[in-house]
């Protein structure tokens, strides 16, 4: 697993924990950028059209593509759906992951911005701190941070209201990231829409306000599944186990022993 939030507590800090990074970057990549264009291109609601078996509906995308953004044109063509290429997302947390994530953009030409616990350059990436700063200027929001004491709770009412009208949260990370009440609030005023793998509460109990929020879609923490990742993590601990017997310095460490 990358997420190891909950190990610490479990064994104590008289051991040495590693995570199995670079494991599932691909698959969980891959997760984010196929739900960032499902949500640009409709597809939630397209799947329920299929399901009802009325093709006029179609016309559903752009009455609520000018619910979320105020465009109130008249468009042609009737369905209107957005494209990815040259928006401006923001990357919140840029380890192993959300550099795959941006590789994965890089055909798209997006405008990246990168957010971590830190500032650097080569390439440029923002402290948190700046986060508040940085909002108003993204399209689409990507969260793939560690969940620590910091990050819990990261993205509450203060932040959500201060992202774009009808930008896209994703949230490929860990649901306590999210206040979940103002998320609910959010998506039902219609203000911002949402990609969740991860909840908070999860599993997400039946009859849970997020279930019929609108503008938004959940996969139930399956982002980082995938037939390769259990060859990749073996792999990995094997690289770690190997490393560790010849006394080397482990790669991943996440905690070290005190």
Not at 31 to 53: C, E, H, R, Y
Not at 80 to 88: G, N, P, Q, V
Not at 152 to 160: A, K, P, S, T
Not at 232 to 249: C, M, Q
């Amino acid at each position: 697993m990358a997420g190891t939030e909950w190990i610490p507590s479990t064994v104590g800090p008289h051991v040495t924990i590693c995570n199995a990074r670079g494991a599932h970057n691909i698959s969980t990549a891959e997760w984010t950028v196929a739900s960032i264009l499902a949500m640009l291109k409709n597809f939630p609601l397209f799947i329920d059209v299929q399901k009802s078996g009325v093709w006029k509906r179609r016309i559903e995308a752009n009455a609520q593509y000018a619910r979320l953004t105020g465009d109130q044109r008249k468009l042609h063509p009737p369905v209107m759906l957005e494209e990815l290429t040259a928006k401006t997302v923001m990357l919140v947390g840029y380890g192993a992951i959300g550099k795959e994530i941006e590789r994965m953009l890089a055909p798209f030409h997006c405008k990246i911005l990168r957010v971590a616990r830190s500032a650097r350059t080569q390439p440029m990436v923002h402290a948190v701190s700046d986060l508040e700063y940085l909002l108003p200027q993204a399209e689409i929001v990507v969260l793939i941070l560690p969940s620590t004491g910091e990050s819990r709770g990261l993205i509450g009412r203060e932040q959500l209201s201060l992202m774009r009208q009808g930008a896209l949260l994703v949230n490929a990370a860990r649901g306590p990231i999210v206040d979940t009440g103002a998320l609910v609030e959010a998506l039902n005023e219609g203000r911002i829409r949402a990609a969740l793998d991860v909840t908070d509460p999860e599993p997400l109990p039946e009859g849970h306000p997020l279930w019929s929020c609108p503008n938004l879609f959940i996969t139930p923490h399956v982002a980082g599944s995938s037939p390769q990742f259990g060859p990749r993590s073996v792999k990995t601990a094997i690289g770690e186990l190997r490393r560790y017997i010849n006394g080397e310095p482990l790669q991943n460490v996440v905690q070290a022993a005190v």
